[in-house]
């Protein structure tokens, strides 16, 4: 096996569930196992990520404590062809792409990282994106922002406007020379950096990283309105 993802879905979902109207802290389960369109979040993104025909292995990074019921929860068959091994994840993302890094079959040469999050990617997305790893070893997706973008000052001050047509808002699937990503991990652990994505810890090892358009269906589940949003475009394509 030379190229695999990992799904990340270790997440506790915070901010979905106190955005939810009647938060109930202890009863609802990790964000990836909420359903839209009558699927968990964590089947959605194996789905699409086992139809992209370049990767050979999907593996589920669950929260600790998951690994025996992580399946029965998300819907999920865990002996399905082209699935790997469930593993734990960590405290932080990063903590969770790590744990994953280390379970994968030593073969395996390129990787793509998946948040379940995003569970509406199209396979054709994730087969852009891993073309162009392949390529050149490192890429994600991501769409042009939309709107203006400041930075502010530490007095709250409006500090500098980066040109609009330069920027581009991360997604996932990011995919990857394995041994950039672990060099990047490696690197990161020890300046003490924690990224919220993978490609700016691999672009910091001085990587040249690929930026490959996504797709605005795409989106990230953050809060419960996301999950609304995700609910009527899933009814309006039909799937
Ligand atoms: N994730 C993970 N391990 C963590 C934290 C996040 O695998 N320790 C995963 C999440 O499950 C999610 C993806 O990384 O699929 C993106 O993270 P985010 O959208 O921030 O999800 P959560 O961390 O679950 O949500 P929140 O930050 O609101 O708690
Ligand atoms: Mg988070």
Redesign the pocket.
Known sequence: MRVAAL????????????SLPTPSAEASP???FLAVGGRS??AH?LAALQAAPALEGVMP???PGWLGRWAGAAGVEPEAPGLLPAVE?????????AAGLAALPPTVEHVAI?????PLVHPEAVSRVLTAALVHGAAFLAEPVADTIHRADADGNLAETPDRSDLWAAQ?PQAFRVDWLREALEKARADGVTG?DDAGLVARCGHPVRVVPGDPANR????ASDLRWAEIHLAERGS
């Open positions: 799904v990340l879905a270790a997440g506790r979902g915070e901010r979905l569930r106190r990790p964000k990836a979040l964590l993104s990074v669950v929260p994840g960590g405290a932080l993302r990063q903590d969770s792409v998946h948040d379940a999050a995003r996932t919220t990230k589940i953050t809060l």
